[in-house]
């Protein structure tokens, strides 16, 4: 059974940057789409709310922008 999605289209999130994403600019995202991903883990595709590019991120790297 496949474990439902954390986060909803249109809600506002963070990307949880790691040793090497230096070049993904902080702030807040908007969660565009819902992606399947991997069994372990969901991905969704992310704009970012200034420069309005797109990223697809795993759920593990994302958190609720507060």
Not at 3 to 32: C, K, N, S
Not at 41 to 62: A, F
């Amino acid at each position: 059974m496949v474990a439902a999605h954390l986060y909803i289209t249109g809600q506002q999130v963070e990307i949880i940057a790691g040793r090497y994403d230096g070049h993904i600019p902080p702030g807040a995202y908007t969660v565009v789409r819902q992606l399947p991903g991997p069994a372990n883990d969901r991905e969704y595709r992310v704009k970012h709310q200034q420069d309005g590019h797109e990223r697809v991120v795993l759920e593990s790297r994302l958190r609720t922008y507060s």
